[in-house]
């Protein structure tokens, strides 16, 4: 928690608008102690919470409330206080949601690489960005489609698995691959003391997608992946997650205060804090 730019993202925010609200990172290793921060916000003692990994769906767990992002992903980013009550939500949903609609205007089909929390929040935002289809594939869709796991959540948020080998076979991607108009990439593939993303690269049918495809890489760190750096090479739109991580503290910002806050005073402040300065490469987006 000691290398969050989180309290970073939100004192620009609050810097911006002339608050002086606090907020700051607080290490939970365990159960017990993130029980004590939620206690914290039933009480009034604080405002909210943005939670992280690994405690997301302990955190929808303890609240007394979800919105349906929350309850459909089974993860909770965010918690507020609402009179008495404690209510989960999950603004990575929304916050990927509003990157996606600034990146293509005609989205068509999705699809989502990945299987934990992370494409979870990606098939919805798909949705919400206007997918009239999303697809789904991860490393483990292999084999019998009855064993591949989390195939039953997926398909209640309408997704549309698609095995990882069916890239190389008739009736997979590359078939599917001209009506994609979005393909969020949902891993750690390609982060920053991850695998490095080449062998997701060579999954993409790249020569059969369409000149506007958008491409999304959720990792930011580095900011420019080889999945990116292949999106580049063929001249198709692309962008790394940054803008994600400060669009769902928007969000978030917005359910504790009621405020539009500054977002590009929070988007330097991310970038401060995660690169030093601002990036060379800006993300390319699709035609506005």
């Known amino acids: 928690m000691g290398h969050s730019v989180s309290p970073a993202i939100h004192h620009a925010a609050y810097d911006a608008l002339g608050m002086s609200h606090n ?5 939970c290793p365990d159960e017990e102690s993130v029980r004590k921060q939620v206690a914290r916000i039933r009480s009034g003692e604080i405002a909210g919470a943005n939670v992280t990994v690994p405690h997301k769906i302990l955190a929808l767990s303890l609240a007394d409330e979800a919105t349906e992002g929350a309850s459909n992903t089974g993860a909770a980013n965010v918690l507020t206080r609402v009179g008495d009550q404690v209510v989960a939500h999950n603004t990575d949903i929304s916050g990927l949601a509003d990157e996606l609609r600034s990146g293509t205007k005609n989205p068509r089909a999705a699809w989502v690489l990945g299987n934990g929390g992370a494409a979870l929040a990606a098939v919805v935002a798909c949705r919400q960005a206007g997918a009239s289809d999303v697809y789904l594939s991860a490393r483990s869709f292999v084999g019998d489609p009855a064993h591949w796991p989390k195939m039953e959540r997926f398909r209640q948020l309408g997704a549309i698995p698609v095995g990882w080998s069916d890239a190389a076979t008739p009736g997979g991607i ?36 369409g000149r506007d495809t958008f491409i999304y890489d959720l990792v930011y760190n580095p900011p420019q992946t080889p999945l990116l750096t292949a999106a580049q ?4 739109p692309r962008s790394h997650g940054l803008g ?28 401060r804090g995660i690169f030093g300065a601002t990036p060379a490469s800006t993300p390319e987006r699709g035609p506005s």
């Open 233 to 236: 090479e063929r001249g198709l």
């Open 23 to 27: 907020y700051e990172a607080v290490d």
């Open 244 to 271: 994600m991580l400060v669009g769902q503290a928007a969000h978030a910002f917005k359910i504790w205060l009621g405020q539009e806050p500054d977002r590009d005073a929070m988007r330097q402040a991310a970038d």
């Open 174 to 209: 590359p078939e599917l691959a001209p009506s994609l108009g979005l393909i969020v990439q949902a891993t750690s593939a390609g982060m920053k003391g991850a695998s490095d993303g080449a062998p997701l690269v060579k999954q993409i049918p790249w020569e059969s997608l």
